[in-house]
């Protein structure tokens, strides 16, 4: 596992050094619009702590980060109205690494909804 960068982007708005556009904030986890969204609704939902990826999140997060983070990520897309709890659903994806295009080496899940997704890209 790549060790974490403090430096990151997403680590400097979690310090409050880059302003964000916040949709909801809980103990654990921190939810903001992306910068350059790709669908009416394209959020970004991370752990507040210094996780790298997908697979660094789920094997070294405590049960609390990881509850409040599925949650969290839940209930946002039901108050953005892409759940499928009053929405049409939406597509939450988390690139992770080289092969998955990750940019940003702080674990985050993109949720994107608002209308009908193109097919996956391999
Ligand atoms: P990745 O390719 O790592 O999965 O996606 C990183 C995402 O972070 C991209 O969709 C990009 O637009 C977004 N992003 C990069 N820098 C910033 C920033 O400074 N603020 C916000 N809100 N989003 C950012």
């Known amino acids: 596992m790549p060790s974490y960068d ?12 880059i302003p964000n556009d916040t949709v909801v904030e809980t103990e654990h986890t921190l939810v903001f ?3 350059r969204p790709q669908a009416p609704v394209h959020v970004l939902v991370i752990p507040k702590g210094a996780y790298v990826s997908f697979d660094d999140f789920a ?8 509850v ?21 659903g939406f597509r939450a994806i988390a690139n992770t690494g080289p092969h998955g295009v990750q940019e940003v080496p ?7 909804g608002g209308h009908v997704m193109g097919p996956m890209l391999a």
């Open 68 to 88: 409040d983070f599925m949650r969290t990520a839940a209930k946002v897309s039901k108050d953005l109205g892409v759940s499928l709890d009053g929405g049409e």
């Open 59 to 66: 094997a070294n997060a405590s049960e609390a980060e990881l």
């Open 6 to 17: 403090d430096q990151n982007i997403f680590a400097r708005i979690l310090r409050g050094e």
């Open 106 to 112: 702080h674990f985050h899940l993109h949720i994107l």
């Open 33 to 35: 619009r992306d910068i």
